[in-house]
């Protein structure tokens, strides 16, 4: 079946430090990847997504490259600030159109 | 104004009282879902409406009961909740296409609340 897997957290950084949290998945077909960030006391909200394979997902300087070989969905950012601290999921959309989850990695940035 | 609106934003109750949860999209999107939120665990997809219609339960104990008056609105009553039930209920809307699938427009992106956090005594 479908299924996300993310690095556990938390991750920890130290402001201006790179960031990499990694996900891969399981799907049959061609899935749509997708990052998600949930703040404090907030609801989920989308990052970034990518619809197909070598796609790039981009935005307030986070990326993910959808890689089909290696079947991963990785988040980056050149430089964390502190207000990038949150809880940050990995998805798939499945044939069917339901959004599968990861189980999310909590992301600490100290000034 | 994230256009997935949620109240109660907190809510406490007994174990005996019945309270609901309410969602309301202003996305004009035809499904709606609730999921839950629980501490170190991943969400679990609770219930999917598409069209008003439910589509999916995933096996959501029937202390937890959805309704879906019309495709902007969304409810969770409760009624003898445990103290294990206390979450972050999350509702969530998208656009399918008219199979109920996926359709050009949508990739299967979903529009979050900012949830509901239940504590049950």
């Known amino acids: 079946g479908n299924s996300v897997t993310q690095m556990e957290g938390p991750v920890t950084l130290s402001e201006e430090a790179f960031l990499t949290i990694n996900c891969t998945y399981t799907?049959?077909?061609?899935?749509?990847l997708f990052w998600y960030v949930q703040y404090p006391g907030e609801g989920l909200q989308l990052l970034l997504k990518?619809?197909?394979?070598?796609d790039k997902g981009s935005n307030k300087g986070f990326e993910a490259t959808y890689r089909k070989e290696t079947t991963s969905f990785h988040l980056e950012k050149g430089s964390v600030q502190v207000s990038d601290s949150a809880v940050y999921f990995c998805?798939?959309?499945?044939?069917?159109?339901?959004?599968?989850f990861g189980q999310g990695t909590t992301l600490q940035v100290k000034p | 104004e994230t256009g997935v609106t949620q109240t109660p934003r907190h809510l406490v109750m007994g174990m005996t009282n019945k309270k609901s949860l309410k969602c309301e999209q202003h996305?004009?999107?035809?499904?709606m879902y609730w999921y839950k939120q629980s501490a170190k665990k991943p969400l679990e997809l609770m219930f999917v409406?598409?069209?008003?219609?439910?589509?999916e339960n995933n096996s959501v104990p029937s202390r937890f009961s959805p309704e879906c008056p019309n495709s902007s609105h969304l409810f969770l009553h409760l009624h003898t909740l445990q103290p294990e039930d206390s979450a972050l209920y999350l509702c969530?809307?998208?656009?399918?296409?008219?199979?109920?699938?996926?359709?050009?427009?949508?990739?299967?992106?979903?529009?979050f609340g900012e949830g509901s956090r239940l504590t049950v005594l």
């Open positions: 996305l004009g999107h035809n499904a």
């Open positions: 409406y598409n069209f008003k219609e439910q589509t």
């Open positions: 990518a619809t197909k394979a070598d």
């Open positions: 998805a798939l959309s499945s044939n069917t159109g339901k959004l599968i």
């Open positions: 799907a049959t077909g061609y899935p749509s």
């Open positions: 969530a809307s998208s656009r399918l296409g008219g199979t109920g699938g996926p359709s050009d427009a949508n990739t299967g992106e979903l529009f």
